[in-house]
């Protein structure tokens, strides 16, 4: 760009000194520059613009899949004003790209881990194991899906932290839906002493079923674990909603308690 500003400066001005080569030249590169930094400042009204309009377009499309498309609609609304910028500059944006290809292979290998992270992303989306909303546990952490990102994916956790995973990490790695069949069985082990079995299952069954958090499909389940002279173990499970696993099992494990207290020998 220099040189062909130089070029012209010397068809057109024909210089004599350094000043006035610089003053010529700031002549015909200051307009430039102000236009690319106009663009710039564009781009970014743009960016806003696009992420309202992607926003109110996507509305019906669920949470997962829109806010990924909004995130990528921002990347791609960005690269065009970083292009337009460029070529007001008198930069060729194809001699650009040339330089670009040619360094693909060190760049690739620089970027290998967002290229992933991306690809994941990509993926995720498509096959779609969890949701936003849904509660999930992969890659050390658990909680709550807040969004589905490019390169990572935001998580709450039940103690209202804000965490961020890379999204090649949740795809290649062991991942938990705790959300997804919408009902969970709530597996409690019962150590009920030297009492009657069969007295006691019936009465665990008939305690927990009527308990309004407790669903009666799928049947609720009380068998013998282990038996050893001292003691006889049950494992009492019973079946609730996802939403609700933490109370459920929070409260069934009282009421097991209470009853086992009240109905103690001696």
């Known amino acids: 760009m220099f ?20 003053s010529g030249m700031a002549v015909v590169l200051f307009p430039r520059i102000v236009w690319a930094i106009l663009i710039l400042l564009l781009t970014r009204f743009a960016i806003g613009i696009s992420r309202q309009l992607s926003r ?11 806010k990924f498309f909004i995130q990528t609609a921002e990347v791609l609304t960005l690269i065009v004003g970083l292009v337009a910028a460029l070529n007001v500059l008198g930069i060729q944006t194809a001699t650009l790209v040339a330089i670009l ?18 690809a994941a992303g990509v993926m995720l989306v498509s096959f779609r194991p969890f949701e936003v909303g849904d509660f999930i546990d992969g890659a050390g952490v658990a909680g709550v899906v807040d969004s589905i990102g490019i390169f990572s994916t935001t998580v709450i956790t039940p103690d209202n932290v804000k965490i961020v995973v890379p999204n090649n990490n949740l795809f290649t790695g062991t991942l938990k839906n705790l959300t997804a069949m919408g009902t969970r069985r709530v597996d409690l082990e019962v ?4 009492r009657p079995i069969d007295a006691t299952i019936v009465s665990l069954l008939s305690l ?18 282990s038996i050893t002279a001292d003691a006889t173990i049950l494992y009492l499970r019973p079946w609730c909603s996802t939403e609700v696993y933490d109370q459920a099992k929070s409260e069934m494990q009282q009421l097991v308690k209470e009853f086992l207290k009240d109905s103690s020998v001696g």
């Open 191 to 194: 150590n009920i002493g030297d």
């Open 3 to 22: 040189l062909n500003v130089l070029s012209q400066l010397s068809l057109e001005t024909k210089p004599t000194n350094l000043y006035e080569v610089l």
């Open 101 to 118: 290809g040619a360094a693909g292979l060190a760049v690739g290998l620089a970027l290998q881990s967002s290229l992933s992270h991306f």
């Open 56 to 66: 109110r377009f996507l509305n019906p499309v669920e949470p997962t899949i829109r």
């Open 208 to 225: 927990v079923q009527h308990h309004p958090l407790i669903l009666n499909d799928p049947k609720i389940t009380c068998n013998v674990a």
